[in-house]
């Protein structure tokens, strides 16, 4: 199996977000791509935790698939501060308590995902210099309160903002830099430590 999942976001196959998800697995060679735009399940957590939806066979495939990872991007746009309803969906239903994580006796999360380190590739029209006003809460949301809740221990950023009046020639200087980044942890999957059993449970 892939040690590589990538977790395109958008749900639109055209989307720069998706071209970057397609770029970085090309150049990596031996990563999964899990566009969430393709997965057949409902997004919708609609009893909260009070009670359990049974998950899809797309779900249950792509838990399997965040387990065995020892690397995990998930690329995504910035939309009203937060991500697309699809990525919050999936967070939502696959993302579950003594599954993914669960509770210390003191009430703190403990991650139950193996993967040693990943990455959240972040999009968004709004230029760099107004996020100092706005900031970036999709970015905490992701990276702090889901990904490394559920156990991924490092986590790196990469923002590409200004992406509605970026000139081509940077355009694909994000592309050329997610392909970069998918040789680099190639590498890495390659030569670079195991992934760590999850805890037990």
Do not use: C
């Not at 995990?72 to 309803?85: D, T």
């Amino acid at each position: 199996m892939a040690s590589t999942l990538v977790i395109d976001g958008h749900p639109d196959d055209r989307s720069l977000t998706a071209e970057l998800s397609r770029r970085y697995v090309a150049a990596h060679g031996d990563a999964r791509l899990l566009a969430l735009r393709d997965l057949d399940f409902d997004p919708h957590l609609r009893f909260g935790y009070r009670q359990r939806m049974t998950l899809e066979p797309d779900l249950v495939e792509a838990k399997a698939a965040l387990h065995e990872a020892s690397n995990v991007v998930i690329a995504a746009p910035l939309w009203w501060g937060g991500v697309p309803a699809v990525l919050k969906g999936f967070f939502d239903r696959a993302l579950l308590p003594q599954q993914e994580y669960r509770y210390s006796p003191a009430g703190l999360p403990i991650g139950l995902v193996g993967a040693n380190r990943g990455r959240l590739l972040l999009l968004a029209d709004t230029p760099w210099f107004f996020t100092p006003i706005t900031g970036v809460p999709a970015q905490t949301q992701v990276v702090r309160n889901t990904m490394k809740l559920v156990g991924i221990r490092s986590v790196r950023t990469h923002r590409m903002l200004g992406v509605k009046t970026a000139p081509p020639a940077r355009i694909e200087g994000w592309l050329d830099r997610a392909a970069a980044l998918g040789e680099r942890d190639a590498v890495h999957d390659r030569n670079g430590a195991p992934r760590v059993p999850a805890v037990a449970h």
